[in-house]
Protein backbone atom coordinates (compact mmCIF):
# COMPACT_ATOMS: atom_id res chain seq x y z
CA UNK A 1 0.00 0.00 0.00
CA UNK A 2 1.23 3.37 -0.62
CA UNK A 3 1.38 6.12 1.53
CA UNK A 4 1.68 10.07 1.14
CA UNK A 5 2.35 12.62 4.42
CA UNK A 6 0.21 15.27 3.87
CA UNK A 7 1.68 17.84 6.24
CA UNK A 8 1.96 18.35 10.49
CA UNK A 9 0.30 20.53 12.17
CA UNK A 10 2.22 23.46 12.43
CA UNK A 11 0.17 26.93 12.12
CA UNK A 12 -3.70 27.50 10.92
CA UNK A 13 -2.73 27.83 7.41
CA UNK A 14 -0.67 24.95 6.79
CA UNK A 15 -3.71 22.99 8.21
CA UNK A 16 -5.98 24.43 5.72
CA UNK A 17 -3.60 24.05 3.14
CA UNK A 18 -2.88 19.95 4.03
CA UNK A 19 -6.49 19.24 4.19
CA UNK A 20 -7.06 20.57 0.98
CA UNK A 21 -4.42 18.20 -0.90
CA UNK A 22 -5.74 15.50 1.51
CA UNK A 23 -9.43 16.04 -0.22
CA UNK A 24 -7.52 16.35 -3.38
CA UNK A 25 -5.26 13.19 -3.36
CA UNK A 26 -7.86 10.92 -1.37
CA UNK A 27 -8.69 9.38 -4.68
CA UNK A 28 -5.26 8.15 -5.52
CA UNK A 29 -5.36 6.18 -2.30
CA UNK A 30 -7.94 3.72 -0.71
CA UNK A 31 -7.66 4.93 2.81
CA UNK A 32 -6.99 8.96 4.71
CA UNK A 33 -5.64 8.98 7.97
CA UNK A 34 -5.69 11.95 10.66
CA UNK A 35 -7.17 12.60 13.82
CA UNK A 36 -9.56 15.80 14.96
CA UNK A 37 -6.48 16.93 17.07
CA UNK A 38 -4.26 17.66 14.01
CA UNK A 39 -6.79 18.45 11.36
CA UNK A 40 -9.04 20.15 14.31
CA UNK A 41 -12.83 20.40 13.87
CA UNK A 42 -13.16 22.48 10.76
CA UNK A 43 -10.44 20.27 8.86
CA UNK A 44 -12.64 16.93 9.79
CA UNK A 45 -15.41 18.25 8.32
CA UNK A 46 -14.52 19.84 5.18
CA UNK A 47 -12.79 16.57 4.80
CA UNK A 48 -15.25 13.98 5.77
CA UNK A 49 -18.12 16.79 3.74
CA UNK A 50 -15.23 16.33 0.49
CA UNK A 51 -15.32 12.26 0.91
CA UNK A 52 -19.49 11.72 1.57
CA UNK A 53 -19.81 14.49 -1.85
CA UNK A 54 -17.59 12.23 -3.71
CA UNK A 55 -19.18 8.86 -2.40
CA UNK A 56 -15.81 7.39 -0.86
CA UNK A 57 -15.79 6.46 2.53
CA UNK A 58 -12.01 6.14 3.12
CA UNK A 59 -11.49 8.40 6.07
CA UNK A 60 -9.58 6.97 8.97
CA UNK A 61 -10.26 9.01 12.23
CA UNK A 62 -7.41 8.69 15.16
CA UNK A 63 -7.87 9.00 18.68
CA UNK A 64 -11.68 10.48 18.03
CA UNK A 65 -12.52 12.37 20.73
CA UNK A 66 -15.47 14.71 20.29
CA UNK A 67 -16.12 15.26 23.95
CA UNK A 68 -14.08 18.13 22.95
CA UNK A 69 -16.51 19.82 21.41
CA UNK A 70 -16.90 23.02 23.03
CA UNK A 71 -20.88 23.78 24.04
CA UNK A 72 -22.36 27.03 21.99
CA UNK A 73 -23.62 28.02 18.81
CA UNK A 74 -20.07 26.91 16.87
CA UNK A 75 -20.33 23.48 19.10
CA UNK A 76 -23.82 22.70 17.97
CA UNK A 77 -23.05 23.22 14.65
CA UNK A 78 -19.97 20.65 14.71
CA UNK A 79 -22.20 17.98 16.11
CA UNK A 80 -24.59 18.40 13.43
CA UNK A 81 -22.29 18.18 10.31
CA UNK A 82 -20.86 15.23 12.30
CA UNK A 83 -23.92 13.55 12.59
CA UNK A 84 -24.17 14.32 8.52
CA UNK A 85 -21.14 13.52 7.76
CA UNK A 86 -19.11 11.35 9.60
CA UNK A 87 -21.42 7.93 9.01
CA UNK A 88 -20.99 8.64 4.95
CA UNK A 89 -17.24 9.54 5.24
CA UNK A 90 -15.24 7.25 7.73
CA UNK A 91 -14.05 3.43 6.94
CA UNK A 92 -12.64 3.30 10.71
CA UNK A 93 -12.83 5.70 13.88
CA UNK A 94 -10.56 4.71 16.42
CA UNK A 95 -11.71 5.71 20.37
CA UNK A 96 -9.69 5.82 23.42
CA UNK A 97 -12.40 3.46 25.73
CA UNK A 98 -14.88 0.78 25.36
CA UNK A 99 -17.83 2.58 26.04
CA UNK A 100 -17.59 5.70 23.73
CA UNK A 101 -17.97 2.52 20.79
CA UNK A 102 -21.40 2.41 21.30
CA UNK A 103 -22.37 6.16 22.60
CA UNK A 104 -20.25 7.82 19.67
CA UNK A 105 -22.05 5.22 17.17
CA UNK A 106 -25.46 6.61 18.21
CA UNK A 107 -25.23 9.79 18.34
CA UNK A 108 -22.86 10.28 14.95
CA UNK A 109 -24.96 7.61 13.21
CA UNK A 110 -21.66 5.79 12.52
CA UNK A 111 -22.14 1.78 12.22
CA UNK A 112 -20.46 -0.29 15.77
CA UNK A 113 -17.95 -2.30 12.93
CA UNK A 114 -16.38 1.13 12.02
CA UNK A 115 -15.55 1.96 15.51
CA UNK A 116 -12.58 0.18 16.83
CA UNK A 117 -11.29 0.88 20.53
CA UNK A 118 -7.59 0.87 20.47
CA UNK A 119 -6.50 2.16 24.35
CA UNK A 120 -3.90 4.43 24.77
CA UNK A 121 -0.03 3.11 25.70
CA UNK A 122 -0.11 2.29 29.41
CA UNK A 123 3.86 3.73 29.69
CA UNK A 124 6.98 4.20 27.70
CA UNK A 125 9.93 1.87 28.68
CA UNK A 126 12.54 4.29 27.08
CA UNK A 127 12.49 6.50 30.49
CA UNK A 128 13.81 5.54 33.04
CA UNK A 129 11.90 6.13 36.25
CA UNK A 130 13.03 8.69 39.03
CA UNK A 131 14.63 7.35 42.47
CA UNK A 132 12.45 7.24 45.16
CA UNK A 133 14.77 9.29 47.17
CA UNK A 134 14.39 12.22 44.65
CA UNK A 135 11.14 12.39 45.15
CA UNK A 136 8.81 14.87 47.62
CA UNK A 137 5.33 16.36 47.45
CA UNK A 138 2.11 15.35 44.94
CA UNK A 139 1.19 17.12 41.89
CA UNK A 140 -1.93 17.43 39.68
CA UNK A 141 -1.46 18.46 36.31
CA UNK A 142 -4.09 18.49 33.00
CA UNK A 143 -6.11 20.44 30.68
CA UNK A 144 -9.14 19.18 30.34
CA UNK A 145 -11.93 17.89 32.94
CA UNK A 146 -9.05 19.07 36.24
CA UNK A 147 -10.77 19.07 39.63
CA UNK A 148 -8.48 21.78 41.20
CA UNK A 149 -10.94 22.26 44.39
CA UNK A 150 -10.63 18.53 45.40
CA UNK A 151 -7.05 18.02 44.71
CA UNK A 152 -5.96 21.13 47.42
CA UNK A 153 -8.83 20.23 49.46
CA UNK A 154 -7.79 16.34 49.92
CA UNK A 155 -4.13 17.58 50.80
CA UNK A 156 -4.05 21.03 51.86
CA UNK A 157 -3.71 20.25 54.93
CA UNK A 158 -1.42 16.90 54.80
CA UNK A 159 2.06 19.31 55.07
CA UNK A 160 3.35 18.46 51.96
CA UNK A 161 4.54 20.48 49.16
CA UNK A 162 1.60 20.41 46.25
CA UNK A 163 2.28 21.62 42.48
CA UNK A 164 -0.29 22.08 40.04
CA UNK A 165 0.39 23.40 36.64
CA UNK A 166 -2.83 24.12 34.93
CA UNK A 167 -3.39 26.15 30.92
CA UNK A 168 -4.45 29.68 31.20
CA UNK A 169 -7.93 28.57 31.13
CA UNK A 170 -7.82 27.31 34.78
CA UNK A 171 -5.30 29.41 35.87
CA UNK A 172 -7.65 31.42 37.84
CA UNK A 173 -9.73 28.80 39.21
CA UNK A 174 -6.67 26.72 40.25
CA UNK A 175 -5.23 29.91 41.93
CA UNK A 176 -8.76 30.57 44.24
CA UNK A 177 -8.36 26.63 45.14
CA UNK A 178 -5.02 26.51 46.14
CA UNK A 179 -3.90 26.27 49.61
CA UNK A 180 -1.51 28.22 51.40
CA UNK A 181 2.28 26.95 50.37
CA UNK A 182 1.15 25.53 47.43
CA UNK A 183 2.80 25.95 43.76
CA UNK A 184 0.31 27.19 41.11
CA UNK A 185 2.61 26.58 37.54
CA UNK A 186 0.62 28.46 33.82
CA UNK A 187 1.49 26.37 30.74
CA UNK A 188 4.94 25.29 31.26
CA UNK A 189 7.03 23.10 28.41
CA UNK A 190 6.03 19.31 28.54
CA UNK A 191 10.09 18.57 29.37
CA UNK A 192 9.51 20.93 33.07
CA UNK A 193 6.10 18.83 33.57
CA UNK A 194 7.89 15.53 33.17
CA UNK A 195 10.66 16.46 35.50
CA UNK A 196 8.25 17.61 37.72
CA UNK A 197 6.29 14.45 37.55
CA UNK A 198 9.37 12.42 37.73
CA UNK A 199 10.29 14.97 41.08
CA UNK A 200 6.54 13.70 42.94
CA UNK A 201 5.71 11.14 45.50
CA UNK A 202 2.47 11.22 44.09
CA UNK A 203 0.14 12.28 40.86
CA UNK A 204 -3.05 12.95 41.94
CA UNK A 205 -5.65 12.45 39.17
CA UNK A 206 -8.28 14.72 40.43
CA UNK A 207 -11.07 15.34 37.18
CA UNK A 208 -14.65 16.19 37.28
CA UNK A 209 -16.89 13.58 35.88
CA UNK A 210 -18.10 15.18 32.53
CA UNK A 211 -18.38 11.48 30.69
CA UNK A 212 -15.42 12.67 28.52
CA UNK A 213 -12.37 10.39 27.64
CA UNK A 214 -9.60 12.01 29.75
CA UNK A 215 -6.88 11.78 31.47
CA UNK A 216 -5.02 8.95 29.70
CA UNK A 217 -2.15 10.64 28.45
CA UNK A 218 -1.32 11.90 32.02
CA UNK A 219 -2.13 8.26 33.81
CA UNK A 220 0.68 6.91 30.89
CA UNK A 221 3.29 9.31 31.55
CA UNK A 222 3.00 8.57 35.63
CA UNK A 223 3.12 4.75 34.91
CA UNK A 224 6.35 5.63 33.37
CA UNK A 225 7.95 7.66 35.46
CA UNK A 226 6.84 5.50 38.28
CA UNK A 227 5.01 7.78 40.11
CA UNK A 228 2.00 6.18 42.08
CA UNK A 229 -1.63 7.68 40.88
CA UNK A 230 -4.69 8.31 43.29
CA UNK A 231 -7.50 8.99 39.90
CA UNK A 232 -10.98 9.99 40.20
CA UNK A 233 -13.15 7.45 39.25
CA UNK A 234 -14.76 8.53 36.09
CA UNK A 235 -15.96 7.20 32.83
CA UNK A 236 -12.99 9.27 31.13
CA UNK A 237 -10.19 6.73 32.76
CA UNK A 238 -12.55 3.15 32.32
CA UNK A 239 -9.88 0.87 31.21
CA UNK A 240 -7.05 2.53 32.21
CA UNK A 241 -7.91 2.10 36.12
CA UNK A 242 -5.13 -0.82 36.74
CA UNK A 243 -2.65 2.24 36.21
CA UNK A 244 -3.50 3.87 39.48
CA UNK A 245 -2.82 2.81 42.91
CA UNK A 246 -6.00 4.05 43.65
CA UNK A 247 -9.45 5.34 42.66
CA UNK A 248 -11.80 7.45 44.53
CA UNK A 249 -15.03 8.88 43.65
CA UNK A 250 -15.00 12.08 42.33
CA UNK A 251 -15.19 14.81 43.74
CA UNK A 252 -14.17 12.96 47.25
CA UNK A 253 -11.46 15.05 49.46
Known sequence: MGADVAGTNTSALRRWRTTLRMCLRSRDYDLVLTSQGTRRIGGVVVLAGFLALTGRRRLVLTEFMPSTVRPGLKGAAAVGLYRLLLGRAVARVQVMTEWEREEY???????????????????????????????????????????????????????????????RRDAARAHRAATPGSTVLVEVPREEHDRLLSSSELYVLALKDTRKSTGHVRLASAATRGTPVVASDVAGIRGYEHLAVAVVPPGRP
Open 105 to 167: GERFRIPPERIVHVPFYWFDDRVAPAEAAARSGAMASGRNSCDWETFFSALGEQGVPLTAVCD
